[in-house]
């Protein structure tokens, strides 16, 4: 089993920065590639970022690049969603989620994923 806690959310205006953190424990964290995404009101949940266990391999949705950053520290077992540039379209409840050990299919797909957070809201106002 393995507990994550999203925290850093918030209300900030067009053009601001957030930085969401996820504390894992529970689980060897190191070893696990981790992602996060977000749903918006009335939308379905969808892949923001990823990275795989020691930071070699990033990616992200094509809507989020070159404004947010994903990143890991290991040793306080958390990854972080750095987060600039928001946008009123930013606005969602953010997940981070463990991927599963030996998936190797899309990682931007949910079923990719076994372990998630309870999310945090971020607000972006216009």
């Known amino acids: 089993q393995v507990q994550l806690a999203e925290s850093g959310g918030g209300l900030v205006q067009a053009g601001g920065s957030l930085r969401l953190s996820c504390a894992a424990s529970?689980?060897?964290?190191?070893?696990?590639?981790m992602g996060w995404f977000r749903q918006a009101p009335g939308k379905e949940r969808e892949f923001v970022a990823t990275?795989?266990?020691?930071?070699?391999?990033?990616d992200y949705a094509n809507s989020v690049k070159g404004r947010f950053t994903i990143s890991r520290d290991n040793s306080k077992n958390t990854v972080y969603l750095q987060m600039n540039s928001l946008k009123a379209e930013d606005t969602a409840v953010y997940y981070c989620?463990?991927?599963?050990?030996?998936?190797?299919?899309?990682?931007?797909?949910?079923?990719?994923?076994?372990?998630w957070g309870q999310g945090t809201q971020v607000t972006v106002s216009s």
């Open positions: 529970g689980r060897t964290f190191s070893g696990y590639a």
């Open positions: 989620a463990v991927r599963k050990r030996y998936y190797v299919g899309d990682m931007s797909f949910l079923g990719g994923y076994d372990y």
């Open positions: 990275i795989d266990w020691n930071g070699g391999s990033i």
